[in-house]
């Protein structure tokens, strides 16, 4: 079983960073995708950036430029940082690591509220 946990959400000001990170367990990482999605109060849950085994990356169009997904296969890492956060950034980030298998697993997920 993987276990999958977030750190880093919080509060913040529009125009400030956060930087948000999921550690997972287990072996294989460097084969998993990893991505980060949210979820917003009566929204769907949505993709906001990802990272493939070979570290290719897309993004979200709301979030290009702003936001940089980055893993650490040493560490069974990955990271999001966010700059430039506008208050509709605000929401639940959940990690999502998916193995070469196709098992998925999802953290508990991390509060982002962006307002001043």
């Known amino acids: 079983q993987v276990q999958v946990v977030e750190s880093g959400g919080g509060l913040v000001q529009p125009g400030g960073s956060l930087r948000l990170s999921c550690a997972a367990s287990g072996s294989g990482f460097s084969l998993a995708t990893l991505g980060w999605y949210r979820q917003a109060p009566g929204k769907e849950r949505e993709l906001v950036a990802a990272i493939s085994s070979g570290a290719r990356t897309n993004y979200a169009d709301s979030v290009k430029g702003r936001f940089t997904i980055s893993r650490d296969n040493s560490k069974n890492t990955v990271a999001l940082q966010m700059n430039s956060l506008k208050p509709e950034d605000t929401a639940v980030y959940f990690c999502?690591?998916?193995?070469?298998?196709?098992?998925?697993?999802w953290g508990q997920g991390t509060q982002v509220t962006v307002s001043s």
């Open positions: 999502k690591v998916t193995r070469f298998t196709g098992s998925v697993y």
